[in-house]
């Protein structure tokens, strides 16, 4: 989680389309020990315009960065799938992506 959120935070482009949200932040923002292990952020522009491709790309590279700043914990992270929500993305109100990444030891 700390790589994850240490490679979306140093990165500009990131940074600027995406907003942390959730229980995760509530825990940060009011110190509590008891949160969710999935990461809630809303997208700042309009999700239908992200290209999911150059998102995995910039993360990736974000991911490969944090991993390398922090190293500490020894683990490899990747986006494992970029899935767009609902089936009719294109054309609904509220549209999401959502995100999977997988870690592993090094």
């Known amino acids: 989680m700390h790589i994850v959120l240490m490679a979306i935070s140093s ?3 990131l940074s600027s389309i995406m907003a942390l949200k959730g229980g ?3 825990a940060i923002q009011y ?3 008891r949160f969710t ?3 809630d952020f809303s ?3 309009n999700p239908q ?3 999911t491709e150059d998102l995995r790309s910039e ?3 974000a991911l490969l960065v944090a991993e390398v700043e922090l190293n500490t914990y020894n683990i490899a992270c990747r986006v494992q799938r970029i899935k767009k929500q609902p089936k009719d993305f294109e054309t609904v109100d509220f549209p999401s992506l959502l995100i999977t990444i997988g870690y592993a030891k090094k």
Do not use: F, K, P
Request: aromatic share 0%; net charge negative; glycine share 0%.
């Open 11 to 13: 990165s500009s482009r």
């Open 24 to 26: 995760v932040l509530m």
């Open 31 to 33: 110190a509590n020990t």
């Open 37 to 39: 292990t999935d990461l």
């Open 43 to 45: 997208a700042l522009s």
């Open 49 to 51: 315009e992200i290209d």
């Open 59 to 61: 993360l990736n590279t």
